[in-house]
Nanobody, 118 residues
Framework: QVQLVESGGGLVQPGGSLRLSCVASGSIYSIYIMGWYRQAPGKQRELVAVITTDGSANYVDSVKGRFTISRDGTKNTVYLQMNSLKPEDTAHYYC????????????WGQGTQITVSS
């Protein structure tokens, strides 16, 4: 069983940057896809970005060119670098593992809040 713990959330002004980290309690080498999801108040949870073990990444259109997902197997960590943040990026962000490029897997973190506001 892999446990995921996110960190790096907070309050940031529009145009600012944040980096989220997701540390796994176990090895993520065997988890083909790791990803980040988010859920804003009153909205459904949506996929933000996913990455495979070989580094291939996919992003939701709204974050392309602004967010970058990466993973470090030696540290059992997945990152989400978020630049040029917008108020509409405000949401609770969750780390996920074991899913597909379109659907989440069974491993979830508790999430971290991102608020983009001036």
């Amino acid at each position: 069983q892999v446990q995921l713990v996110e960190s790096g959330g907070g309050l940031v002004q529009p145009g600012g940057s944040l980096r989220l980290s997701c540390v796994a309690s176990g090895s993520i080498y065997s988890i083909y896809i790791m990803g980040w999801y988010r859920q804003a108040p009153g909205k459904q949870r949506e996929l933000v970005a996913v990455i495979t073990t070989d580094g291939s990444a996919n992003y939701v259109d709204s974050v392309k060119g602004r967010f970058t997902i990466s993973r470090d197997g030696t540290k059992n960590t997945v990152y989400l670098q978020m630049n040029s943040l917008k108020p509409e990026d405000t949401a609770h962000y969750y780390c996920n593992g074991g899913g597909t490029k379109w659907m989440p897997g069974t491993y979830w973190g508790q999430g971290t809040q991102i608020t983009v506001s001036s």
